[in-house]
């Protein structure tokens, strides 16, 4: 029912007034509170207790979930912080096998061999090949990584030979080290260097202050296609340059960014220190080369477009003859010599290299340069007020519409080849992945790009580190739980047993009141405060 005081308030001054749910939305917000939880329910199979618990989202972008995209940006720079200035070998030497595991692998043995005999016998091995499945599922709970076999296909390579437009690079004998040289001052002080560097991709046209093209007619969008594209793989080339020059195992926590013009960017923090001029001889001479069936000519388009015959894959709509598979495509481009690679991509000549010693103002600069756009997707680049930033997006975007993405890109049907993996469906200019949606802007990879060697700790850990310090500044216990304790199920949405979301982040938001309080009382205890101020403190918590 209305309130005749509602009634006799004015519309423009109703509407002005705040919704109450966003204004709970927003409290949430500034108390690191998920605004959009997976309700999970939780069975204590000791005590038979079921409840339901809120658990965050884990989104890393801010248009998603701002409080858990912060605590994602905060996690990776204490990750890069930790690993950019070690002074220590981090230690990834596997542990010895125990007798279990050595008895899965003797039994896998034993089962290899079973089934080998039973297929030179002509038996049947369905029933083999299914438990021997089960046994390598196993073999990795029993907490041995990877497969038995190894690589079971085999891989394509072509000349490793250096293209002839490429500059020659210095190569060092590599040393079983992470961490590169120390030098010592004047004062007899050792500093052990470490660099930043920032990569980008070579010029398209000429662009304004917001990075749309002064003439879009000249502009090489086909080009800057390609190169979003195979950014990563450039990416990948560079650093294995980059540890043969250095002559180290070099160590690495890198971010893809994007620029004004839109193209994708790297900013990398480096273990180790080399010669500026090295780092932009190694970036002039890195260069990836995409051996692809070419993309010259649509054979396909418009309503001519190749059609899905069971058993036998897609065919020429007029011919009926079957298009060559991803396989026999490849074939043909390996046994033509005179053939060139679909694509060579490069990085541009701005290469920017800073050297940072560790605990400096420089340091958190970086560290906090590097996190500064994981919040945000690439296609947030864009100022949707900019009518010429719009256009310039809407043309990159139709450059990329039929340029194929990967092996399984339906837009390879276009060019008259079925995707690898081909099944019915498939319509070039409407892949799914990653590559083709706006807000990624042909660039598929990942955003945050980390060595295994990088602090000797994965994301998870990083993650029980801040939770172990949050519990000890609570002087809560770290008591270790039975993962057997516990059965959990997903609440879905419509379920009769959960409450409202504006109820469930009242009760989060009140929470963090009371963490955040019993903090502010420990602190002053800390600075022993006087019993009064403490007594204050614990009112305001109540």
């Given at each position: 029912m209305t309130n005749t005081t509602d009634r006799a308030t004015p519309r423009a001054v109703r509407m002005a007034q705040p919704l109450a749910r966003e204004v709970v939305e927003e409290i949430a917000k500034q108390y690191g509170v998920c605004i959009r939880p997976i309700a999970l329910r939780r069975l204590d199979t000791y005590t038979g207790k079921v409840e339901t618990i809120d658990v965050p989202c884990g989104a890393t972008l801010e248009s998603k979930c701002p409080p858990c995209a912060?605590?994602?940006?905060?996690?990776?720079?204490?990750?890069?912080?930790?690993?950019?200035?070690?002074?220590?070998?981090?230690?990834?030497?596997?542990?010895?096998?125990?007798?279990?595991?050595?008895?899965?692998?003797?039994?896998?043995?034993?089962?290899?061999?079973?089934?080998?005999?039973?297929?030179?016998?002509?038996?049947?091995t369905t029933d083999l090949?299914?438990?021997?499945?089960?046994?390598?599922?196993?073999?990795?709970?029993?907490?041995?990584?990877?497969?038995?076999?190894?690589?079971?296909?085999?891989?394509?390579?072509?000349?490793?030979?250096?293209?002839?437009?490429?500059?020659?690079?210095?190569?060092?004998?590599m040393s079983a080290t992470t961490l590169g040289r120390t030098f010592t001052g004047a004062d007899g002080r050792t500093f052990r260097p470490s660099m930043f560097i920032t990569l980008t991709?070579?010029?398209?046209?000429?662009?304004?202050?917001?990075?749309?093209?002064?003439d879009p007619s000249t502009y090489d969008y086909a080009r800057a296609a390609r190169d979003a594209l195979h950014f990563s793989k450039l990416v990948d080339r560079f650093v294995q340059n980059l540890r043969r020059v250095a002559g180290f195992d070099v160590q690495y926590f890198a971010s893809v960014e994007p620029q004004k013009r839109l193209a994708p960017h790297l900013h990398m923090a480096v273990r180790g220190h080399l010669p500026r001029a090295e780092i932009k001889q190694i970036a002039a001479a890195?260069?990836?080369?995409?051996?692809?069936?070419?993309?010259?000519?649509?054979?396909?388009?418009?309503?001519?477009?190749?059609?899905?015959?069971?058993?036998?894959g897609y065919l020429d709509p007029e011919t009926g003859e079957v298009l060559p598979t991803w396989d026999e495509a490849l074939d043909k481009l390996d046994q033509d010599d005179e053939a060139e690679p679909l694509h060579v991509v490069r990085f541009g000549v701005q290469v920017d290299v800073q050297g940072v010693?560790?605990?400096?103002?420089?340091?958190?600069?970086?560290?906090?340069?590097?996190?500064?756009?994981?919040?945000?997707?690439?296609?947030?680049?864009?100022?949707?007020?900019?009518s010429a930033q719009r256009e310039h997006a809407e043309r990159l975007g139709n450059a990329l519409r039929y340029e194929p993405c990967s092996p399984t890109c339906p837009n390879w049907l276009r060019y008259g080849v079925q995707p690898k993996?081909?099944?019915?469906?498939?319509?070039?200019?409407?892949?799914?992945?990653?590559?083709?949606?706006?807000?990624?802007?042909?660039?598929?990879?990942?955003?945050?790009?980390?060595?295994?060697?990088?602090?000797?700790?994965?994301?998870t850990e990083h993650k029980h580190d801040r939770r172990t310090w949050v519990l000890e500044a609570l002087d809560l216990p770290d008591e270790p739980?039975?993962?057997?304790?516990?059965?959990?199920?997903?609440?879905?949405?419509?379920?009769?047993?959960?409450?409202?979301?504006?109820v469930r982040l009242l009760r989060s938001v009140h929470e963090r009141q009371r963490w955040r309080n019993h903090l502010r009382e420990l602190e002053a205890r800390a600075a022993g405060l006087p019993n009064e101020e403490l007594s204050a403190i614990r009112e305001d918590a109540a």
């Amino acid at each position: 029912m209305t309130n005749t005081t509602d009634r006799a308030t004015p519309r423009a001054v109703r509407m002005a007034q705040p919704l109450a749910r966003e204004v709970v939305e927003e409290i949430a917000k500034q108390y690191g509170v998920c605004i959009r939880p997976i309700a999970l329910r939780r069975l204590d199979t000791y005590t038979g207790k079921v409840e339901t618990i809120d658990v965050p989202c884990g989104a890393t972008l801010e248009s998603k979930c701002p409080p858990c995209a912060k605590r994602n940006r905060q996690l990776r720079m204490a990750q890069c912080r930790e690993g950019w200035h070690l002074d220590h070998e981090p230690v990834n030497t596997p542990d010895e096998a125990d007798d279990y595991q050595r008895y899965l692998v003797e039994l896998r043995a034993d089962a290899q061999a079973w089934r080998d005999e039973a297929e030179r016998a002509g038996q049947d091995t369905t029933d083999l090949d299914a438990s021997i499945g089960d046994l390598d599922d196993e073999i990795n709970r029993a907490g041995m990584r990877g497969d038995v076999l190894g690589r079971t296909t085999g891989k394509r390579s072509r000349s490793t030979r250096r293209r002839q437009d490429a500059p020659d690079l210095p190569k060092r004998a590599m040393s079983a080290t992470t961490l590169g040289r120390t030098f010592t001052g004047a004062d007899g002080r050792t500093f052990r260097p470490s660099m930043f560097i920032t990569l980008t991709l070579p010029s398209y046209g000429r662009v304004r202050k917001n990075g749309a093209p002064v003439d879009p007619s000249t502009y090489d969008y086909a080009r800057a296609a390609r190169d979003a594209l195979h950014f990563s793989k450039l990416v990948d080339r560079f650093v294995q340059n980059l540890r043969r020059v250095a002559g180290f195992d070099v160590q690495y926590f890198a971010s893809v960014e994007p620029q004004k013009r839109l193209a994708p960017h790297l900013h990398m923090a480096v273990r180790g220190h080399l010669p500026r001029a090295e780092i932009k001889q190694i970036a002039a001479a890195t260069y990836h080369q995409v051996w692809w069936p070419s993309v010259d000519r649509a054979v396909f388009e418009g309503e001519h477009l190749p059609v899905w015959e069971d058993g036998a894959g897609y065919l020429d709509p007029e011919t009926g003859e079957v298009l060559p598979t991803w396989d026999e495509a490849l074939d043909k481009l390996d046994q033509d010599d005179e053939a060139e690679p679909l694509h060579v991509v490069r990085f541009g000549v701005q290469v920017d290299v800073q050297g940072v010693l560790a605990g400096t103002t420089d340091a958190d600069t970086c560290i906090r340069y590097l996190s500064k756009y994981l919040t945000k997707s690439i296609g947030d680049a864009i100022d949707p007020d900019d009518s010429a930033q719009r256009e310039h997006a809407e043309r990159l975007g139709n450059a990329l519409r039929y340029e194929p993405c990967s092996p399984t890109c339906p837009n390879w049907l276009r060019y008259g080849v079925q995707p690898k993996g081909a099944k019915p469906g498939m319509l070039p200019g409407r892949c799914r992945g990653k590559a083709h949606k706006p807000e990624h802007l042909g660039y598929a990879g990942r955003r945050v790009l980390v060595s295994r060697k990088w602090s000797n700790k994965t994301l998870t850990e990083h993650k029980h580190d801040r939770r172990t310090w949050v519990l000890e500044a609570l002087d809560l216990p770290d008591e270790p739980v039975d993962p057997h304790r516990y059965v959990w199920r997903q609440v879905k949405p419509g379920d009769p047993g959960l409450d409202p979301i504006g109820v469930r982040l009242l009760r989060s938001v009140h929470e963090r009141q009371r963490w955040r309080n019993h903090l502010r009382e420990l602190e002053a205890r800390a600075a022993g405060l006087p019993n009064e101020e403490l007594s204050a403190i614990r009112e305001d918590a109540a």
